[in-house]
């Protein structure tokens, strides 16, 4: 028997429903409710996986699901390998991050083109990419219509950890040297599954906390960030209607 055989897998329940090929990941509660109040007809509290809401909906004329909230690397993947055994095929992720580089800013957003793993559960799925990143059309579509929007948008690497209260003046400043944009909790491992799996999976970040000067000034009161925000879980969700219609 291959020893790297899974013993326990993801599949779908005889209660469970067939879920859409797209799903939104929502990682805090704050933008999940605005997220759901953007959706047509919705079909609110479909299921509950663990702790995580799952609801559903339309964009334009593409049925699918948003799911969240969900904090850290390990929910963040228990919930979208449910989603994936229940029919999700493509996915973006939407949260916060907190910057390490002085030009990124509160407010901004960050689309990682990959991740510097520093929570422990990537090392479970391997796959033969050190750093793996996003569907590339998918990642480059939500940087586009952000711009349009008039987002400050910034693309490269981002540092996950598990960690948040050990993100040390040391590891602050390796990372600023690498150029390595922002940290966060879920991304590395998301990207990790989602080439596991198969799927297609983008990420989206918006800048809620400096670090970049070794200080850390939260900015979760901020206008800009709140409105940012919004934005982005509107992007988002017209993403979907928009890549459809041009298959």
């Known amino acids: 028997m291959n020893p790297d055989l899974a013993i326990i897998e993801p599949q779908k329940g005889k209660r469970d429903p067939e879920l859409p ?3 939104v990941l929502i990682f805090t509660p704050q933008d999940l409710g605005f997220a759901i109040s953007l959706l047509r007809e919705q079909v609110a ?6 702790l995580t809401e799952v609801h559903a909906g339309t964009s334009g004329d593409v049925r699918l699901v948003v799911a969240g909230p969900m ?4 929910q963040a993947v228990l919930v979208l390998e449910k989603l994936i055994a229940l029919g ?11 910057s390490l580089q002085p030009h990124v800013r509160i407010g901004d957003v960050v689309v990682p083109q990959g991740a510097l793993s520093e929570e422990g559960t990537s090392v479970h799925y391997p796959i033969m990419v050190e750093r793996p990143g996003p ?3 998918l990642a480059r579509h939500l940087e586009r219509a952000l711009v349009a929007k ?12 598990d960690a948040p209260y050990r993100e040390t003046v040391g590891k602050v400043q ?12 879920e991304v590395s491992a998301l990207f990790t599954l989602a080439h596991f799996r198969g799927i297609d999976l983008a990420a989206v970040l918006a800048v809620s906390d400096e670090l970049h000067d070794l200080a850390w000034r939260h900015g979760f009161r901020e206008p800009r ?5 919004e934005i982005l879980c509107r992007v988002v969700l017209e993403t979907f209607h928009q890549m459809a219609s041009r298959h």
């Not at 008039?150 to 950890?161: F, I, N, Q, R």
């Not at 960030?225 to 925000?229: A, S, T």
């Open 135 to 137: 569907t590339l059309d």
């Open 21 to 23: 090929l797209s799903a």
């Open 71 to 74: 904090l850290g690397a390990p």
């Open 174 to 185: 390796e990372y600023q040297r690498q150029g390595i944009l922002a940290v966060d909790m």
């Open 150 to 161: 008039g987002v400050d948008v910034h693309e490269g690497l981002v540092w996950s950890t």
């Open 45 to 50: 509290g479909l299921m509950k996986i663990y």
């Open 88 to 98: 999700v095929r493509r996915v973006v992720a939407l949260g916060w991050c907190g």
């Open 225 to 229: 960030f709140k409105q940012n925000r």
